[in-house]
C-alpha cells in the first residue's frame, strides 16, 4: 500500500506562485495514476490535475489549465504541482492521490489520498 504525504502549500498573494510536492512511500508510482484534488471551503473535493506515467499523459481541469503544471520526479517517487498566476479561487486544501489502473478525475478512483496541505491566495 502507498502512502503519500503532501507540502508546500501556504498563504501567497493574487499572481503568485507555489509548487507542492506529494512523496510516496511504501511502492513507487512508476504504474500509478497520480491526481491532485482540492477542496474549497464549503465545496466538495475536485480534480485538478493527474500524472500518468505509463500512459505519457496528464490531464487538467478547465479552471486550472494554463497556470498549473503537474510533473513527477524520475525516480517516480514524487509528484509535483507548479501553480503560477494564482487566483484567490485557488484557496483550498490540496490532496494527491493515487490508482493504479486508468487515468480517472472522479475522486472514488482513487484509493491511496496524503492528509492535503493548505494553499490561500490573498486577494
Known amino acids: 500500500q502507498v502512502q503519500l504525504v503532501e507540502s508546500g502549500g501556504g498563504l501567497v498573494q493574487a499572481g503568485g506562485s507555489l509548487r507542492l510536492s506529494c512523496a510516496a512511500s511504501g511502492r513507487t508510482l512508476s504504474s500509478a495514476v497520480v491526481g491532485w484534488f482540492r477542496r474549497a471551503p464549503g465545496k466538495g473535493r475536485e480534480f485538478v490535475a493527474a500524472?500518468?506515467?505509463?500512459?505519457?499523459?496528464?490531464y487538467y481541469s478547465d479552471s486550472v489549465k494554463g497556470r498549473f503544471t503537474i510533473s513527477g520526479d524520475n525516480a517516480k517517487i514524487t509528484v509535483y504541482l507548479q501553480m503560477n498566476s494564482l487566483k484567490p479561487e485557488d484557496t483550498a486544501v490540496y490532496y494527491c492521490a493515487a490508482r493504479y489502473g486508468m487515468w480517472s478525475y472522479e475522486v472514488v478512483r482513487y484509493d491511496a489520498w496524503g492528509q492535503g496541505t493548505q494553499v490561500t491566495v490573498s486577494s
Open positions: 500524472l500518468w506515467w505509463s500512459g505519457g499523459m496528464s
